[in-house]
Structure formats: structure tokens, C-alpha cells
């Protein structure tokens, strides 16, 4: 039925959802789309944001998005997770692109699977290490390790050789993220990575101190010895 599907959409939009975005995503106008949601309002699945000038609506309980978010319907999920984040991102200036990193980069990291442009990838994998950046400034280091692994799984194939700085930071923020969330095995593998692709002293010493710093986290100092 059409009140599901727009409800799904609206499940990819979050926990709470902003009319007009959903509008755009389902290429509709707002009134229409506002009748759409009436059965999923009359039903109480979901209540408008009671704020001054809000358009936005929320779900009444996580397990309500849950259970809309895996309804089964076309476009598949990662499609509208990825319209979605394309859409914020065209209408996002500097400032609200810095508000809304964490809700782009969790979308594109949803919509992943659906993005084959390489230049597109590029620019994802920018922006996931901005938000892992931010997260880790934020002590939030299990959702950086999700932006940083998110980073290097958009990279293209040929990541090293054609943006190698890029590449190497993700590699390298993640191995200290990962040290931070105690993923003793992922420290190691992503160092050993690291190891291979270092070009220059400098590098080899940053890839060096990481391996000191994991080291001493785990009262192993010798094994860097």
C-alpha cells in the first residue's frame, strides 16, 4: 500500500523527518505528501514536532522506525538513504553542512552500495573523514571508527596511487580509533597496511609512533622495540 512506502521513506529519513525533504526525495509536492502520511498520523505511528514553524515529524518509539524501515518495497533502502544524503548535500551551505555531517555521512555509509561514480566516492570518503575527525574531537570513538572504515570502504580500488594522502590518513585515523575502541586485531592489520604503503621517513615514523602509542596502551612496549 502507498501509506507503507511513504512511511518507509520516511524511516530512511530518520527517527525524526523533515516534510519538505521527504517531499523532495519522493518527488512530490508537500500537501501531497502531508495526505500521504495522514493514515500513519491517524494511526499514531508518527506526531508532528511541536516547535515554532516546524514542518517536521517524528516517529512515537524507535521500534515503529524499525519496523518501517524494513518494509519491503522498491527502491531498495540504500537508494533513499542515498537520495537522501545527495539531496542534503546539495542544499546544505557550510554551516549546515557542519550541523548535519554525522546524518549525511550516516546515510551515504546506508547508501554505499549504490554509489559506483568514482568521483562521487572520492568526495564521500572526504567527507567521512571529516566526520570521523569531528567524532573523535567529540571522544565519540566508536562512531569515528564507523566514519573512518566508512572512508576507506568508498575509496576506489586504485585509492594509493591516485590520492595517497587521503588513503594513508584514513588508514591511519583509524588504526588510532581503533586503538581507542581496544580492536587490538584492527590496530595491527591497518599498521602492517600502513607499514607497506609508506613512501617517506616521515611517514614511516608516523605509522612508527602509532605502533608506540598502541603498544604502550597495552603494556607491550618491547614488542616495538
Known sequence: PRAQQILRFAACGGQEFD???LADVLNLSRQDTLAALAPALYDELVQPV???SSMSFRFIHDRVQQTAHALPGTPPTAAIHLAFARLLLVNASPEALDEHLFIIADHLIHG???????ADRWAYARLQFRAGIKAKAALAYQAAVHYF???IAFVPHEAWAQDFRLAFDLHLQAAEVADLTNAESRVLALCDE???RARTPMERLEVFFRRILFA???GDLAAVT
Open 50 to 52: 511541536r516547535a515554532a
Open 216 to 218: 604502550n596502551h597495552q
Open 194 to 196: 600502513l607499514d607497506t
Open 149 to 151: 572504515d566508512a572512508g
Open 19 to 21: 516534510l519538505p525533504l
Open 112 to 118: 554505499l552500495e549504490r554509489v559506483a561514480d568514482e
